[in-house]
């Protein structure tokens, strides 16, 4: 759970005369992850393709291609099938024709209705002008120019050019037509007088009609002829779709598969009558790679394990010696060996990581490897996101009516989507959904009202309040100092079990002093400095409410009239003599450091700001239940009873009471608002209004805020004390088949 699959890098060594068989079974396995050869053997070539694999790559990018004009999905596939040969050259290839001839013919209509929609547009100032198309052309003795701009401009330019007889301007809306006769002799009169204004010459359309009789062809031409027959056309790429989509995912499948197998050998070590290929597959399924090659080939070929990679407290990889020579490894009296009979490894490659969770952990990963994957020689940090993720989001938001709906949310995603990253986010928004309901309860809220409080803790079970509070009213703010404590108390809970794990990857991976020095230093810091800001005697400056909300004993100091002990704990803070060797620690801590890491020495303050860094839970907390107290406040209205300190605010979910009536045992002493609900039938349709969105609002924002903030304290401040990613996915050569079958 905490490391990963143990994994097993593996030899296979055979001839030539069997390499196709072998890859058949290990395709079949699909257990190895190939290493690819690097070419630096002497005598070693990579392989070549097996015959025919350029042809299948060809006939499979057709496949994919018809899929895309067809727009087939996995939707589409229906029942598993047999792909053969035949099917592969005769079927795929009348399905071609049929698809590109469809599908020229219907880009030839698409292109026809773009010029048509083109010359629609272009034509619609000639209708602004209204001429008829046939008199703005086609003369001997005038020169016309239709065009956009200022009329007035247009036509004192043309008063002013030289070289015109006579003219005529025709404007409508900016679209202007230009008639001038040219004196004798005057060459291009109206050009040299258009050069000085702003003035934007449009085409005119080749058409001896009225510019509405134009459009209204082209519109004929649109309605009446292409777009029926371009529904033709799609409507028969449908039936090609509904007909051959099962046909084309089997066919892409196989052809996946076939590519795969062909192009095999590229990754292989050969020499003229032998080859050998390497890869990692799971320890636990060693015999079973060696088992379905000695099936399939006998004793011409041979797997060897090369190296288990599994780590020693001094950071050893262990390796299994490879025999210097074997049967199976010649042929031909050719030895296939490496460097001179030495252990046959292409590459010093890390091994491909396989994260090793519990059903209940596994949809965790996707936040693991939001960051990155974890490599295989450090922890898998997964199962401490799965702890702490969803308590630091149930305890931001803690309402049982929001968790419920982001209960429902995540059982969506879950079920709904193939996709194993939604199934992932799912999941864990389940798990966080069902945290914030196990707060809610605690708070005893739902949706932002205290129904939970009044008829669970109060009414069932006869308590005065339920076991947490939020902190919003004068009488409860003693619960917002808390959760402020608390949010720095996890924060070093969170950040030991970080150091701790950097501690215990460096014994493993280094030695002890790299331990000491980097990682205990780093814990002696941490825990010594609160130890010291948490003892009253010795650091005068810390806050008075740390020691009061915990105490109980009333030994505490004072912390103000509306301060008291939210939880009777009976802590009021460590002796001057604890946070001495507090201070004493810290000190150690940082001499470790500094002869360990000197660089990081100039960091040490790290472990106050980053446990102060959690007190944005606490924040997040009272800003959610703000904006729900908000949003409640308009609807039901909001009533006070007792004053100063002791004030506590009621919502109106039956009536609202007023000024000096009983309620809840107190008297009203404010209205703070009447309530939309209170403010008759118009009101109440705008007070419903308010109620959804509002609350809407809370749940999308509690994704943003709550969400982003609780991965943020798990990515920064948490991963940032151990964990580095960077390892590789595990892709064993093989298949896993969906549309086809081979029975």
């Known amino acids: 759970m905490l490391r990963p699959e143990q994994m097993s890098k593996v030899s296979v060594t055979g001839s030539k005369s069997v390499m196709d068989e ?116 086609g003369y001997d003795t005038l020169d016309v120019a239709v065009g956009e701009g200022d009329p007035e401009a247009i036509e004192r330019a043309v008063v002013d050019a030289d070289g015109v007889a006579d003219f005529e301007v025709f404007s409508e809306d900016d679209v202007v037509a230009v008639f001038v006769r040219p004196a004798d002799g005057a060459d291009d009169p109206l050009d040299d007088a258009l050069v000085g204004v702003e003035f934007s010459a449009l085409e005119v359309p080749d058409a001896d009609s009225s510019p509405e009789e134009y459009v209204s062809d082209l519109e004929q031409r649109r309605d009446r002829d292409l777009q029926p027959e371009l529904e033709s056309v799609e409507e028969e790429l449908e039936e090609v779709r509904l007909d051959a989509a099962g046909f084309l995912l089997a066919a892409e499948e196989q052809l996946s598969i076939d590519v795969q197998k062909r192009e095999a050998p590229l990754s292989f070590a050969t020499t003229e009558n032998a080859f050998v290929a390497e890869g990692w597959i799971p320890t636990d399924e060693y015999a079973t790679l060696a088992g379905t090659i000695t099936d399939a080939v006998g004793d011409h070929a041979e797997v060897e394990e090369l190296e288990r990679a599994s780590f020693t407290t001094s950071g050893d990889e262990h390796h299994e ?62 199962v401490f996101v799965f702890l702490t993720f969803p308590a630091f989001f149930g305890f931001m938001i803690g309402d049982l009516g929001y968790g419920a709906l982001y209960t429902l949310i995540g059982y969506f995603l879950y079920t709904n989507f193939d996709s194993d990253a939604f199934r992932s986010m799912g999941g864990v928004t389940i798990f966080a959904g069902l945290f ?54 996890a924060g070093i809970l969170h950040l030991n079990v970080g150091y701790v794990i950097d501690f215990v990857e460096n014994i493993q991976l280094h030695d002890a002093k790299h331990a000491i020095t980097e990682s205990a230093s780093w814990i002696l810091m941490l825990n010594g400095l609160w130890v010291a800001i948490l003892s009253p005697d010795l650091v005068g400056v810390t806050p008075d409410f740390l020691f009061t909300i915990f105490d109980g004993t009333h030994a505490a100091p004072e912390a103000g009239e509306a301060i008291h002990a939210t939880y009777a704990l009976g802590f009021n803070g460590f002796p001057e003599v604890v946070g001495l060797a507090g201070l004493a620690a ?73 000024v000096g009536d009983m309620a809840h045992g107190h008297e009203v002493t404010e209205i703070m608002f009447g309530g939309l609900v209170h403010s008759g039938p118009a009101m109440l349709l705008v007070g419903l209004l308010v109620l959804v969105l509002g609350h809407a609002l809370v749940l999308a924002l509690g994704v943003t805020s709550a969400g982003l903030q609780a991965v943020r304290l798990e990515y920064v401040e948490f991963f940032g004390k151990f964990y580095g990613g960077g390892g590789r996915e595990y892709e064993p050569f093989g298949y896993d088949r969906t549309y086809t079958t081979e029975d």
């Open 436 to 489: 914030t309901m196990l707060f809610g309860v605690l708070y005893g809220e739902i949706f932002g009202l205290h129904l939970v409080s009044t008829y669970l803790w109060e009414g069932a079970l006869g308590m005065s309040h339920p076991p947490m509070e939020k902190g919003l009213s004068p009488a409860g703010q003693s619960y917002a100092l808390t959760w402020l404590v608390v949010s720095i108390l």
């Open 586 to 658: 810290f000190a150690v801590g940082l001499v470790l450091l500094v002869v360990g890491e000197p660089v990081e020495a100039i960091e040490f303050l790290n472990v106050l700001v980053n446990a102060l860094s959690y007190t944005r839970i606490a924040a997040v907390l009272l800003a959610k239940a703000g904006m729900a107290f908000t949003v409640n406040l308009l609807f039901f209205g909001v009533y006070v009873t007792g004053e100063g300190a002791e004030a506590t605010f009621h919502f109106g979910l039956g009536h609202m009471p007023h």
């Open 22 to 137: 072998v890859v058949e079974a290990v395709h079949d396995c699909n257990l190895l992850h190939v290493t690819e050869y690097d070419g630096s053997w002497d005598g070693f070539e990579p392989g070549n393709p097996v015959d025919g694999a350029e042809a299948a790559s060809e006939k499979l990018v057709t496949v994919r291609s018809i899929e895309s004009i067809l727009d087939v999905d996995e939707a589409d596939a229906g029942p598993t099938r047999i792909v053969t040969d035949e099917a592969l050259e005769e079927e795929l290839e009348e399905i071609r024709t049929r698809v590109n001839d469809l599908e020229d013919r219907r880009d030839e209509i698409r292109d026809e209705l773009n010029d048509i929609a083109e010359r629609i547009s272009a034509v619609e100032p000639f209708a602004t002008l209204g001429i008829d198309l046939d008199l703005l052309s």
């Open 321 to 382: 010696e490879v025999s210097a020579e074997s049967d199976a490894a010649t042929d031909g009296g050719e030895s296939v060996r490496a460097d001179g009979g030495d252990n046959v490894v292409m590459r010093d490659d890390s091994p491909p990581v396989v994260q090793d969770n519990p059903g209940l952990v596994k949809p965790f990963e996707v936040l693991t490897e939001a960051v990155n994957r974890p490599r295989y020689d450090e922890i898998d940090p997964t």
